[in-house]
T-cell receptor
Framework: KAGVTQTPRYLIKTRGQQVTLSCSPI?????VSWYQQTPGQGLQFLFE???????NKGNFPGRFSGRQFSNSRSEMNVSTLELGDSALYLC?????????????FGEGSRLTVL | AQKVTQAQTEISVVEKEDVTLDCVYE???????LFWYKQPPSGELVFLIR??????QNEISGRYSWNFQKSTSSFNFTITASQVVDSAVYFC????????????FGKGTKLTVNP
């Protein structure tokens, strides 16, 4: 079956702009979580969604937001972009919310902020 | 708070050598899961193994093996007879009971296997 699909794969924005990233989970998976990966901070948790509800949020400013649709697809938005937002944004899906199961990751959206 | 430490930032070996990637974790929870993921240059994290806190049995899967020791809070990963295709960044991660999907990752170890 198809894996986690993230779009766009690469994008370049300038400071002050906003960006929306999309994630389509594996068919049947209802839980989606987002991670930011940077060379300095490594992989950091952004949010987690299940059945259109945000269940958990990481320690990021309010400029970072997300949502999940009824078909489990998810989007995240970053407003007023800063240089430090340049990162690989990874989306992961799983069947249900459970700390026991593995997450299935997409290839990520690489954002460059100039 | 949970924390995962991968002290080795980069490791370089020659093909067919054995290599061990270290992982040390911290948590006060008694119930937790440990994971290893591989990140090839394409970017996606590929799940390798999951181990729960009540199962200290070592596991072997082909050339891969994992050594879980609660006494030292370590969950080390060994690749036997390494191959060039093993070159990637490897992450150790921890998740504790509570229903959250949040994974706490180590900083990763970049493994380069040279021909």
């Amino acid at each position: 079956k198809a894996g986690v699909t993230q779009t766009p794969r690469y994008l370049i924005k300038t400071r002050g702009q906003q960006v929306t990233l999309s994630c389509s989970p594996i068919s049947g998976h209802r839980s989606v979580s987002w991670y930011q990966q940077t060379p300095g901070q490594g992989l950091q948790f952004l949010f987690e969604y299940f059945s259109e509800t945000q269940r958990n949020k990481g320690n990021f400013p309010g400029r970072f937001s997300g949502r999940q649709f009824s078909n489990s697809r998810s989007e995240m938005n970053v407003s007023t972009l800063e240089l430090g937002d340049s990162a690989l944004y990874l989306c992961a899906s799983s069947l249900v919310v459970s700390y026991t199961g593995e997450l299935f990751f997409g290839e990520g959206s690489r954002l460059t902020v100039l | 708070a949970q924390k995962v430490t991968q002290a080795q930032t980069e490791i370089s070996v020659v093909e067919k050598e054995d290599v061990t990637l270290d992982c040390v974790y911290e948590t006060r929870d008694t119930t937790y899961y440990l994971f290893w993921y591989k990140q090839p240059p394409s970017g996606e994290l590929v799940f390798l193994i999951r181990r729960n806190s009540f199962d200290e049995q070592n596991e072997i899967s082909g050339r891969y093996s994992w050594n879980f020791q609660k006494s030292t809070s370590s969950f080390n990963f060994t690749i036997t007879a390494s191959q060039v295709v093993d070159s990637a960044v490897y992450f150790c991660a921890l998740r504790t009971q509570g229903g959250s999907e949040k994974l706490v990752f180590g900083k990763g170890t970049k493994l380069t296997v040279n021909p």
